[in-house]
């Protein structure tokens, strides 16, 4: 009776009775497959064509291996084809170029391996996921199940809506962004893009009406420090958006060098600013 093979790795099953005084090789052998299918190291070059992992019954080949190096620079979307069998691969894509590299079988669904970035990829004999990503890059989560074994609950996520309330136990900070008056009296503006930040800051060069935010979130909260220059005197008109206590827009501080803060919440059903004026800070 000949040797048959297993399904998944292709390893040798020998028959009883069969290889006689030489069935320890075989199982040697066998052994430092299953080593490969364990911890096995291939490494690929890729460029515009797409790759086919090789296959061996019994014998060293590149689909067994477990981790994955695939280096080269990509001048075309490249198809890593790996077996329709059901394994794990660990996958490092360090290419270049502005391409993907995807893994997939023959006929099942692909998986995107970003650039930069080291994943599991699952075949389940068709189709190919990836679970549990580990980045070697910084790059937006924008699936739970993506962020290892953080549980969910833990980590403040993209999609708005959600019901947990996000606890922080440091710092919360955003960059300031500094505005800047377009064009001349009376014809002035200052324009703010509310995605930019929650922080801004405006240097009082002439008079000048502060536009309607655009970009914004509801509920959004934006802070403006505004400086006179050194002749001071300027003016600060503002948007229809902008709604102030009492009805009345508030007047900046006209001293030379002299600083105001402005405070706004943004509220989306009405479609207005709510805010109000901090004067003269000294």
Same mark, same amino acid.
């Given at each position: 009776?000949?040797?048959?093979?297993?399904?998944?790795?292709?390893?040798?099953?020998?028959?009883?009775?069969?290889?006689?005084?030489?069935?320890?090789?075989?199982?040697?052998?066998?052994?430092?497959?299953?080593?490969?299918?364990?911890?096995?190291?291939?490494?690929?070059?890729?460029?515009?064509?797409?790759?086919?992992?090789?296959?061996?019954?019994?014998?060293?080949?590149?689909?067994?291996?477990?981790?994955?190096?695939?280096?080269?620079?990509?001048?075309?979307?490249?198809?890593?084809?790996?077996?329709?069998?059901?394994?794990?691969?660990?996958?490092?894509?360090?290419?270049?170029?502005?391409?993907?590299?995807?893994?997939?079988?023959?006929?099942?669904?692909?998986?995107?391996?970003?650039?930069?970035?080291?994943?599991?990829?699952?075949?389940?004999?068709?189709?190919?996921?990836?679970?549990?990503?580990?980045?070697?890059?910084?790059?937006?989560?924008?699936?739970?199940?993506?962020?290892?074994?953080?549980?969910?609950?833990?980590?403040?996520?993209?999609?708005?809506?959600? +019901?947990?309330?996000?606890?922080?136990?440091?710092?919360?900070?955003?960059?300031?962004?500094?505005?800047?008056?377009?064009?001349? +009296?009376?014809?002035?503006?200052?324009?703010?893009?509310?995605?930019?930040?929650?922080?801004?800051?405006?240097?009082?060069?002439?008079?000048?009406?502060?536009?309607? +935010?655009?970009?914004?979130?509801?509920?959004?909260?934006?802070?403006?420090?505004?400086?006179? $220059?050194?002749?001071?005197?300027?003016?600060?008109?503002?948007?229809?958006?902008?709604?102030?206590?009492?009805?009345?827009?508030?007047?900046?501080?006209?001293?030379? $060098?002299?600083?105001?803060?402005?405070?706004?919440?943004?509220?989306?059903?009405?479609?207005?600013?709510?805010?109000?004026?901090?004067?003269?800070?000294?």
């Amino acid at each position: 009776m000949a040797s048959t093979f297993s399904d998944q790795l292709r390893l040798e099953k020998q028959a009883d009775g069969e290889n006689e005084n030489t069935w320890g090789q075989i199982a040697n052998k066998q052994l430092e497959l299953l080593e490969d299918a364990i911890s096995g190291r291939l490494a690929l070059v890729a460029a515009g064509s797409d790759i086919t992992l090789g296959t061996a019954n019994g014998d060293f080949d590149q689909a067994r291996n477990m981790f994955i190096d695939v280096t080269g620079a990509l001048t075309a979307n490249v198809n890593v084809i790996i077996p329709p069998q059901p394994k794990m691969y660990l996958v490092n894509n360090a290419t270049t170029g502005a391409y993907a590299l995807n893994f997939k079988t023959s006929a099942g669904l692909a998986v995107e391996v970003p650039q930069g970035e080291i994943q599991v990829v699952v075949c389940d004999g068709t189709d190919c996921g990836i679970v549990n990503g580990v980045p070697t890059s910084i790059a937006e989560a924008t699936n739970a199940l993506q962020l290892g074994s953080v549980p969910a609950a833990l980590y403040a996520r993209k999609d708005r809506g959600t +019901p947990s309330d996000q606890v922080f136990t440091k710092a919360q900070a955003v960059a300031r962004v500094n505005l800047s008056i377009v064009g001349v +009296p009376p014809a002035a503006t200052v324009d703010v893009d509310a995605s930019l930040s929650n922080a801004f800051r405006l240097v009082m060069t002439a008079n000048a009406t502060l536009q309607n +935010p655009t970009n914004p979130y509801d509920g959004q909260t934006i802070r403006i420090v505004v400086k006179q $220059n050194g002749s001071g005197n300027n003016t600060l008109s503002y948007g229809s958006a902008y709604k102030f206590p009492g009805g009345s827009p508030p007047a900046l501080s006209t001293g030379a $060098n002299q600083i105001d803060y402005l405070a706004f919440e943004y509220s989306g059903a009405d479609g207005f600013w709510i805010g109000n004026l901090l004067k003269d800070l000294s």
